[in-house]
Structure formats: C-alpha cells, structure tokens
C-alpha cells in the first residue's frame, strides 16, 4: 500500500538528484529523525519518501507460545501474543502515515509513504538508490537509545549503496563543529568531504576535516582539501591526525566539539574491532558514505 501527498502551492527549484529517505518504526529516535530528515529534504527540495517495515521476524516470533517480550522501562517479561502484536503495527503504521504528512505539510515536499512487509533493512535496500539518503535513528522502538546500534543500523551502514545518517539526540555542550573523517588519499573521500559541506552550509556550523595519516605520508592530500574548501567558500580547518584506535579516534573527535560526524564505510577505522564502540559511544549523528 503507497500513499502520496504533495504539498506545494508555491514556485520551488528542481528536486535533487537523490531522494530523502526515512525509516519510522514509531520510535522516539525515528520521530527526531523525522525532523532531522525534513529539514535536509528542504534544504536540498528533495523528494521524500517515508518506510514503515512490518518486521516478519517479530511475527513469526510472536507464533510460538513460549515467546515473551521484556517492556522496555519495567523490564517485566510478558506474553508475546501475535494478534496484538499485529494491533500494534498497524496502529504505528497509521502514526506514521500522519506524522509524515504533519511534518512534511509546510515544508512544500513531495512525500509518499511505503508501507512493507519483512525484514528491515532488505526492504530499505530494495527502495534505496545510490544517489539517495537514508535517515533512521541508531536504534529502533525495541532498542535502547544511547546503547550499541541496533542490528538494522548496522546492515545499512555496512550495506547501503547511498548515505546513511545514524540520528541520535546530538549534545549541545562544547559541540559546534560538522566534522569529516578521512583516510589519506583515498577516492572515497570526495563524497564525504561534499556533503560535509553541505551540512556545515545547512546548519550554519563550521567545518573540520580530519585526515587519518602515517609519518611518511606527504601533504598533498591535505592541500588538496584546503583547495577544495576555498573553492566552495567555506573556511574549514584540515588537521593531520595519526592512524590510531577507533577509542583514540574518539578521543580527537571529543576534543574537536564535533556535533556531527561524516565517515566513509571505506574508512580504515571500519577494520578496527573498536569502530562500533566508537559509534556507539559518540551520542552524536553520525553519516556513513558508501
């Protein structure tokens, strides 16, 4: 089932090339993605297009009459009954339907509303085209905001033929810049250091651009940055950090007031058994690029 709605009674520019994309699941991180993914849409005139995703899993689960879920805040283990099980998803896809259209309604976007069945991340990347933007909190309605990435989190980052920003609620203490996280010389660094121009344009932050080198690595990428940079008009600083743990990586960026990271999945920071502890422990928005 697809809903659509276009709101727009005034003259926009082009949509862009890539749609914003926004996985609801009824979460409290999924409604502050919505926002976060409504202002980027705006910011680009994209076209947005809501997922809502009936996990199959959870479904089958709740067939097998020893299955119990745990509540969330009491921590008390009850009875996973499939019929209210599937009470509750259709309610969430109802509120997801009107959270939508109320958040897209005067931003003037073209919205439409996917409605799936199976499992998550398959579904988003059935839809999802290189050129597109994912949105989706760090953990659904069944995880624990502020823990580990939850497992859909995960898939999409690792898989995802576009971007992915991991929303979480950013802290507003001595955190003021976009940050982007690159290896030395590397082709995917383009992608990442474009849209963190984009972000420190949208959201009025400055930018950093940190460049993970060895000793004998020469400057020449770092002026390549620093050109790049002048030629868009942003007077972003470019640091040379040493290649070092995902834990010393976290580290820099604390140091750096990051509000936001951008990080490409090439990044040798990903070979490191400690990237998803960095990502867990950074509670800040985080876009990972193919």
């Not at 991991?166 to 383009?190: E, F, K, S």
């Not at 460049?211 to 990428?221: C, F, H, L, Y």
């Not at 390549?224 to 995902?246: C, D, N």
Request: net charge positive; glycine share 8%.
């Amino acid at each position: 089932m697809v809903t659509t709605t276009a709101t727009t009674d005034k003259p926009k520019a082009p949509l862009s090339a890539g749609r914003v994309l926004i996985l609801l699941d009824g979460s409290r991180l999924s409604h502050a993605a919505l926002e976060a993914a409504a202002e980027i849409a705006s910011a680009r005139n994209a076209e947005v297009l809501g997922i809502f995703v009936e996990e199959t899993n959870l479904l089958r689960a709740a067939g097998y009459g020893f299955a119990r879920e745990v509540g969330g805040s009491s921590g008390l283990a009850r009875p996973f009954d499939a019929a209210a099980l599937e009470a509750r998803m259709q309610a969430l896809a109802v509120q997801a339907r009107s959270s939508l259209q109320q958040t897209m309604a005067g931003r003037g976007l073209v919205q439409t509303l996917k409605l799936c069945r199976g499992r998550v991340a398959e579904e988003v990347l059935n839809l999802m085209q290189p050129e597109d933007l994912i949105v989706l909190g760090r953990a659904g309605w069944s995880g624990i905001p502020g823990s580990r990435l939850g497992s859909t989190a995960r898939d999409l980052a690792r898989q995802a033929p576009g971007d992915v920003l991991l929303w979480a609620a950013p802290r507003t203490q001595r955190q003021d810049r976009v940050v982007v996280l690159l290896n030395h010389d590397q082709g995917a660094n383009h992608r990442a250091i474009r849209l963190g121009v984009e972000e420190a344009r949208r959201s009025n932050q400055p930018l950093s651009v940190l460049i993970r080198t060895n000793p004998e690595d020469d400057q020449r990428v770092a002026e390549g940055v620093r050109a790049y940079l002048q030629s868009e008009g942003i007077a972003g600083r470019v640091k040379q950090v040493p290649v070092a743990s995902a834990h010393a990586v976290v580290r820099v960026l604390q140091e750096e007031g990051a509000t936001q990271l951008i990080v490409s999945r090439t990044s040798s920071l990903f070979a490191d058994r400690g990237a998803e502890a960095l990502l867990s422990e950074l509670n800040l928005p985080i876009t990972v690029t193919p």
